[in-house]
T-cell receptor, first 110, second 113 residues
Framework: RKEVEQDPGPFNVPEGATVAFNCTYS??????FFWYRQDCRKEPKLLMS???SGNEDGRFTAQLNRASQYISLLIRDSKLSDSATYLCVVNKGGADGLTFGKGTHLIIQP | NAGVTQTPKFRILKIGQSMTLQCTQDMNHNYMYWYRQDPGMGLKLIYY???????DKGEVPNGYNVSRSTTEDFPLRLELAAPSQTSVYFC????????????FGQGTRLTVV
């Protein structure tokens, strides 16, 4: 089983719709969780951290289920500018930092 | 604010040539990382450093070397370039290894022909 698994997509979604991505991780000792956004030919940037209690930032909601080793990201009222690749990222707790999923490609269509 | 700065942005190397990818950060972060990203793939860790004078191998270190003589700089060296090293390279830094944001440079697109 890969360390961090995501559906690569692409997800083609009309503007204004709600879209959800999922991610699973294999290491039950993982300590912290993030969603990063990567635009085409650009560097990854932090979108939001993911907390056990779930957290929301505007139109974005992230949830963590430690028992199922599952992370989700929900985007409401999607905008054209949300088109990007969304990377699920896990920190196992070691000094070697973050483990990245391959990313889910989202295309918002007008 | 500069953040993490990588140079060069693009480079074409011939097989067997060597080069150094430069990375510097101005956030006084102890932790620095080098990743490579191949098309359609996730980022893979090449080397990392937890502070000046300390480096360690990541998942894919073969063919690369690093040094960390200062907190700010973390150069990545390719000694004998091979086509398999064609990739996009990202340098990143973070304040700690746990539960903190990693900041990335803009990347170096390297092609080995």
């Amino acid at each position: 089983r890969k360390e961090v698994e995501q559906d690569p997509g692409p997800f083609n979604v009309p503007e204004g719709a709600t879209v959800a991505f999922n991610c699973t991780y294999s290491n039950s000792a993982s300590q912290s969780f993030f969603w990063y956004r990567q635009d085409c030919r650009k560097e990854p940037k932090l979108l939001m951290s993911v907390y056990s209690s779930g957290n929301e930032d505007g139109r974005f909601t992230a949830q963590l289920n430690r028992a199922s080793q599952y992370i989700s990201l929900l985007i409401r009222d999607s905008k054209l500018s949300d088109s990007a690749t969304y990377l699920c990222v896990v920190n196992k707790g070691g000094a070697d930092g973050l483990t990245f999923g391959k990313g889910t490609h989202l295309i918002i269509q007008p | 604010n500069a953040g993490v700065t990588q140079t060069p942005k693009f480079r074409i190397l011939k097989i067997g040539q060597s080069m150094t990818l430069q990375c510097t950060q101005d956030m006084n972060h102890n932790y620095m990382y080098w990743y490579r990203q191949d098309p359609g793939m996730g980022l893979k860790l090449i080397y990392y450093s937890v502070g000046a004078g300390i480096t360690d191998k990541g998942e894919v270190p073969n063919g690369y070397n690093v040094s960390r003589s200062t907190t700010e700089d973390f150069p990545l060296r390719l000694e004998l370039a091979a086509p398999s090293q064609t990739s996009v390279y990202f340098c990143a830094s973070s304040y700690s290894a746990h539960n903190t944001e990693a900041f990335f440079g803009q990347g170096t697109r390297l092609t080995v022909v």
